[in-house]
């Protein structure tokens, strides 16, 4: 698969508004497209995973190392991976840039393209992207694109963007109520709780057609090296009940998988509707907001 990591300064830097929409527009397209998240994070997977209709997965270099996040990326089909990033691009473990989105950027040599959200600023919005790429080197930023901008603003800061900081801006998105996604304690909502996300996400990827380069985003995608990995799943040994529903949600794909080829068959319930455990020789409760 081409590859694609989408990354901001910082949370809340319009990270998942706009992986979602590219993921929809370029499924539009006809593209079979994969979705990833760098770090431990249940939440933005499943957004990927609605967007989809496929799992998306965790790349996650603090449990699974260089080798297992090659693993993950490579097992997967399609024709494009959009990987999500995680906080801002270079922060890591304990204030380092241990597992960063940075670090898997560079460990699957994945180019970023870096969401700003312009504000007040124009030189020196410029200085601080100028900031990122030279911060670690190489910076693998390859490109940029503002989030909640005006037509007016974006005219006024490509020119100064690009001449300043040497990068191609690929476009804008404008502000979206629909592209309002609602925050708890831990992140955002779950994706099961917004009713219409199908409709929002493509009222983003109707935007993203309007305002952005679609084909240049695509042209900053750089081919994986391929790596055989791929072994039978072998004869079931036992089976496992899944607790999987809008209580029990927080499951990484990854971890199913290697039951699987554990030789373990997974039976998914919900604890929410169904009146009996289904048979099984053992049981999964995965976890999940407990308000919920």
């Known amino acids: 698969m081409r590859r694609l990591l989408i990354t901001a300064m910082s949370s809340g830097g319009g990270k998942t508004v706009l992986t979602c929409g590219l993921m929809r527009a370029y499924a539009r397209r006809g593209l079979r497209v994969s979705g990833f998240k760098c770090g431990p994070d249940y939440i933005d997977p499943m957004f990927h995973t609605r967007v989809l209709g496929v799992p998306s997965r965790n790349l996650d270099l603090f449990l699974q190392g260089e080798d297992g996040i090659r693993r993950t990326l490579t ?20 204030g380092t840039d241990e597992a960063s989105a940075w670090q898997v950027s560079c460990v699957t040599d994945t180019p970023a393209l870096l969401a700003v959200r312009p504000g007040g600023q124009s030189l020196t919005l410029a200085a601080q992207i100028r900031g990122l790429l030279e911060f670690r080197r190489p910076s693998r930023i390859a490109g940029l694109f ?47 709780e917004i009713e219409d996300l199908s409709a929002r996400i493509d009222a983003v990827a109707d935007a993203l057609e309007r305002y952005a380069d679609l084909d240049g985003i695509l042209s900053l995608t750089e081919d994986s090296v391929d790596i055989t990995l791929e072994s039978e799943l072998p004869e079931p040994r036992c089976r496992i009940a899944v607790a999987r529903d809008e209580a029990f949600s927080f499951y990484y794909a990854d971890n199913l998988d290697a039951l699987r080829e554990a030789g373990a068959e997974l039976v998914f319930f919900s604890p929410l509707r169904d009146r009996e455990l289904p048979e099984a020789d053992g049981l999964y409760l995965g976890g999940g907001y407990p308000e919920l």
């Open 75 to 94: 097992r997967q089909e399609g024709d494009l991976a959009i990987l999500e990033g995680a906080m801002g691009y270079y922060d890591g473990v304990g």
């Open 146 to 192: 503002l989030m909640d901008c005006t037509p007016s603003l974006y005219s006024h800061l490509r020119p100064i963007l690009e001449r300043e900081t040497g990068l191609p801006v690929l476009g804008y998105l404008p502000h979206l109520k629909e592209a309002e996604l609602q925050s708890r304690h831990l992140g955002l909502v779950t994706a099961s």
